[in-house]
């Protein structure tokens, strides 16, 4: 199916792919429901291309990058031989991003060209004279695009909600509160769950990577644990039934390692993995660059690469020192001497050995300061040429134990809320916890979920994103930046939008 789904998100991205994102325009009108849409092969094209636009929340570039930007786990480093300097990576690391934000305002662009595509392939679904064999696809789109929002939200708390697929010039939409894009999520996200099929139900190796009902009640699982954040309320006991709703079907589990996941060999086959998005660059389906942006170039002798990686993206001690040596999850960052698979020195062409070492400038690293994080393993990929097509990974099903774990928790349930702790960090053989605060439960997300786009949110909702501080972030931070500005650019566009307070 991952194959054949590709080939079916072809002729889609020849209609859609130039979609424009700012709010002035009239993106999305291109597509004819009455000659298009007329088949499931045609609507499953379709809804393809919101995949495809999606898979950026986490991909390489923004808006994962804003997600984990500007937390302990990840830096991006100007290097002292030339490259990677960048202000506004430098002001999101430091917690001082203004609205002319180049990376927030990608983000943006993004995420809205995303929703936008989710809107035109509703209506356009809802138009077809075939609309009653479609319900699968219309629900898969909905919670697509409530995904989309859920993430806006995250970052921009208040935003223009737009369920059309064409703007009007004189009818540009306003800012709608936080809260009530909170709650356009949540009733988005509930009605689509009723026409998706139950894990249990699909021919994994067939259906694959599509949505199922888990898929959208771990996605809710997320948006109900940061609902005190959005709204706030607090919706812990809401958390713990999406959960369940999760668990109980007995259809996802625990790999033996957590590296298993996110391997090209195991796409489709991993009982952990809960959502992930198709990549394969050979047909037009995005690609995984990960091994470029995060890499020493080194690592091209390593894992035979077919390309020197760029020596960019590192992560630094606060997130090394967070793990026991003996948790197999720090075999995912590389740091100190290196050395090939063989077990020899990995040498430059001067004989020197590779030596990763903890990140002292973010102006002018050595090229060998920054630890790095291995996420995406080499193992069994096809590449063309940097872009890998391993699929990336969304929603694992350790996310659930601990998300339920932490909803338990924060509600006074603390004796099974420690046990599902312990069974993911027995997984990894990190020790066993024999009692359980806050400190553990975010300390431990950050472990199992590293460069996994969770941390910024994490750190907001426990507080440590303002009231600590770290390597490159050196003062407090004021609550006003739990949310990043709106870009100028898009304020410009559109005078009905309102700039958050403190930009």
Known sequence: MKTTYKIQLIMLIAVVVSSCTKLDEEPFGR?????????????????????????????????????VEGTDEFIVPGRASGGWFDQNNIDIMQHNVKADNQAVSNAWNNIFSEIGIANAVIESLNASPSVGSFKTQIAEARALRAYGYFYAMDFWGNLPLVTVGKIEQNNLPGTTARADIFKFV?????????????????????????????????????????????????????????????INTGAFGLESNVVESFKALNEGKTKEVIFAFSIDPARSSGGNAYMLYTQPALDQQRYSLPFAPANGFSTQKEALDRYEVQDRRRNLLQFGPQFKLDGSPLVDSKG???????????????????????????????????????????????DILLTKAEALFRSGTTAEALTLVNQVRTRSNATTLTSLTLKNLEEERAREFIWEGHRRRDMIRFGTYFNTTWTFKTSVTPAFRSIYPIPLTQIATNPKLKQNTGY
């Open 352 to 398: 020197v050995q590779l030596n990763l070492v903890n990140c002292v400038s973010f102006t002018a690293a050595a090229d060998n300061e920054g630890y790095r994080v291995l996420k995406y393993v080499p193992e069994g990929v096809t590449w063309s040429g940097s872009n890998g097509n391993t699929d990336y990974v969304q929603t694992r099903y350790s």
């Open 31 to 67: 597509l004819s429901p009455e000659t298009y849409y007329k088949t499931e092969a045609e609507a499953n094209s379709s809804v393809a291309g919101i995949y495809q636009s999606f898979q950026q929340v986490q991909g390489v570039s923004a808006p994962w990058t804003i997600s």
């Open 186 to 246: 949540e009733s988005e996200m509930l009605a689509a769950v009723n026409d998706l099929p139950a894990a249990n139900s699909v021919n994994k190796a067939t259906y694959y990577p599509r949505l199922t009902k888990e898929a959208v009640y771990a996605a809710l699982a997320m948006v109900y644990l940061n609902a005190e954040v959005y709204t706030g309320t607090a919706r812990w006991n809401d958390a713990v039934t999406m959960c369940n709703n999760v």
